[in-house]
């Protein structure tokens, strides 16, 4: 997942409901449905860097490329 791709997924929501606030009626349900966009790419960036930092953490983490496989013979 780009973050360039969810930083102007978030710009282009928050600057579609402010569009709307400079029209003669407000429209409420876009404005929801703008603000549902961004809300969830706040989501999306949060799993991220959840993720993230508990990837880097722990102590167990095998390294699989060190391991040797054992030959039955």
């Given at each position: 997942?780009?973050?360039?791709?969810?930083?102007?997924?978030?710009?282009?929501?928050?600057?579609?409901?402010?569009?709307?606030?400079?029209?003669?009626?407000?429209?409420?349900?876009?404005?929801?449905?703008?603000?549902?966009?961004?809300?969830?790419?706040?989501?999306?960036?949060?799993?991220?860097?959840?993720?993230?930092?508990?990837?880097?953490?722990?102590?167990?983490?095998?390294?699989?490329?060190s391991?040797?496989?054992?030959?039955?013979?």
């Amino acid at each position: 997942m780009s973050n360039l791709f969810i930083m102007l997924d978030i710009m282009g929501g928050v600057f579609s409901t402010i569009s709307l606030a400079f029209d003669y009626t407000f429209d409420y349900v876009a404005s929801i449905t703008y603000l549902v966009v961004v809300l969830l790419d706040i989501v999306l960036v949060l799993m991220k860097v959840f993720f993230y930092v508990k990837g880097t953490q722990g102590a167990h983490r095998v390294d699989y490329h060190s391991t040797r496989a054992s030959s039955v013979a």
